[in-house]
């Protein structure tokens, strides 16, 4: 796998949902620690629109189930143009297992509830391993450089201290949440690829319209619909922007929004609701998506919803 990606210019991770979600984050990784230029897309507007393709491009596949019906349309056109390709995902001998070129397991074994939560956490993870594999092979420093098994350890332990910490989450939920029509999700940098997985966590679950937004965005439009009580839950662990993304929460407050604030060690405050232990900024997702997970069951939960069984869903969306 490696020595097939070495060979590539542009590497193109395509997804739907929640592993769209993933693949966010895992293209900051990849970017950061390899040095090659990576693209994220929805595989089902691939499926029909194909992108331009740079001369030595490398695909990969995200998926829970293998069965992604949108990822296979992609996948297709991929072997039809010989690209090599790798899927990872979740369930061995899949049909996208079977079609790609390469497979790396998840190895997080059954999730039963529909809306997924460590397939997600576990594709983080295994694109980290891939990164740092990668990196190594490419001779970058950064990789070099890197204590993966440390930094997976810290989050562990991290994803722990949150789980422990969960009536807090459910305080929260029951305070801001379940009497709310809709809701809102800001962050900046991988913070914003967290928020779009939190904001679908609360929607498909608890069916609270939620958004998620890069947070200087909320102001461009969106801001219009910020009004007294709004939940607005903020992540702040992007170094680069945890001052700016502060800017944008007095915004929403302004305007009356009940705001939850979700922070790294290194950029908390007085006051914020949630207080995430320190960790390498490119693994943060680890930790900020749990309290997201945990707000979300509770929302749905408390207002006497079937937290693993949302209406209109299907655990492998099979159909295009």
Do not use: C
Not at 150 to 162: R, S, T, V
Not at 242 to 257: P, Y
């Amino acid at each position: 796998i490696i020595d097939s990606i070495s060979k590539a210019d542009r590497i193109y991770i395509y997804a739907a949902g929640t592993s769209y979600h993933a693949g966010l984050v895992g293209k900051t990784m990849l970017e950061h620690y390899t040095g090659i230029p990576t693209e994220v897309g929805l595989a089902s507007e691939a499926g029909y629109h194909f992108p331009m393709m740079s001369k030595n491009p490398f695909f990969i596949f995200l998926t829970q189930s293998g069965e992604t019906a949108d990822s296979r349309v992609v996948l297709k056109e991929v072997n039809k143009r010989n690209i090599p390709s790798l899927t990872i995902t979740n369930v061995e001998g899949s049909t996208l297992s079977r079609e790609a070129d390469y497979t790396m397991l998840l190895e997080a074994g059954p999730e039963i509830a529909v809306a997924s939560t460590k397939a997600y956490t576990a594709q983080i993870a295994v694109q980290a391993v891939l990164a740092k594999a990668l990196g190594e092979a490419l001779n970058k420093a950064e990789a070099k450089d890197w204590n993966l098994k440390h930094d997976l350890a810290i989050a562990a332990e991290g994803m722990q201290q949150l789980v422990d910490s969960k009536e807090s989450l459910k305080e929260i939920a029951d305070k801001y949440l379940i009497k709310s029509r809709n809701a809102f999700y800001i962050g900046r940098g991988i913070d914003y690829a967290v928020a779009l997985e939190g904001a679908l966590k609360l929607k498909e679950v608890s069916y609270i319209q939620t958004e998620g937004f890069a947070a200087a965005e909320l102001k461009h439009g969106t801001i219009s619909l910020i009004e007294k009580d709004t939940p607005v839950i903020a992540l702040i662990n992007d170094p680069a922007t945890a001052d700016l993304t502060r800017g944008n929460i007095q915004e929403v407050v302004s305007r009356g929004a009940n705001v939850v604030t979700i922070a790294g060690k290194d950029f908390a405050r007085e006051g914020d609701n949630v207080v995430l232990p320190e960790i390498n900024y490119y693994m943060s997702a680890l930790l900020t998506v749990v309290p997201a997970q945990l707000l979300a069951y509770y929302a749905s939960k408390d207002k006497g919803l079937d937290v693993d069984k949302p209406r209109n869903l299907a655990k492998s969306v099979t159909v295009e």
